[in-house]
């Protein structure tokens, strides 16, 4: 079944614990990003990548990181969470522009 | 910051009844425009991805239309179903690889 896996589904954490949530998928496709969603705002893109080793800041870069070092992965890092990054998260691959999201993380810091 | 809209910021509809909503965006640097429905505790899924001025797209009783011109698309759900009952985002792709999404539209059908 195609899909973008996304772990995990919730998460509680403190302030300036590093963590990292996988986002992985099995359609091949090229492009991947992160989003975040906080209560009346859209999603707001984080970081893109367009293939292995490209990436790029989106809107709300500030205290993420990723990085792709294989087409099917793409983790998002919180070197030092801190409560204004509590948030839902989504990941989403996409080939043709029709982005796939994946089932989204409840990220809460404490 | 790109800067899309969409509008109203909710709707409270009955069952049966005829519905649409508003997504602006920047008319300049056009590349495509999306319609995506985000149900409660699921994920975001693609309903129209549109592209060309005049574009008209269907998918059973919901239809979109395009005119970036004016920068502006309209979704329309016909006959309105308690299972249509959720957010509805669109998201502006300017030219390059960002996507800026809308705030959505909440629709609830009341049966």
Known sequence: EAQVTQNPRYLI?????????????????????????????????????????????????EGYKVSRKEKRNFPLILESPSPNQTSLYFCASSIDGKLFFGSGTQLSVL | ILNVEQSPQSLHVQEGDSTNFTCSFPSSNFYALHWYRWETAKSPEALFVMTLNGDEKKKGRISATLNTKEGYSYLYIKGSQPEDSATYLCAFKPGGFKTIFGAGTRLFVKA
């Not at chain 1, 954490?13 to 986002?23: A, P, Q």
């Not at chain 1, 992985?24 to 009346?40: I, K, L, T, V």
Request: proline residues 4%; glycine residues 8%; neutral net charge.
């Open chain 1, 13 to 61: 954490t403190v302030t300036g614990k590093k963590l990292t949530v996988t986002c992985s998928q099995n359609m091949n496709h090229e492009y991947m990003s992160w989003y975040r969603q906080d209560p009346g705002l859209g999603l707001r893109q984080i970081y893109y990548s367009m293939n292995v080793e490209v990436t790029d800041k989106g809107d709300v870069p």
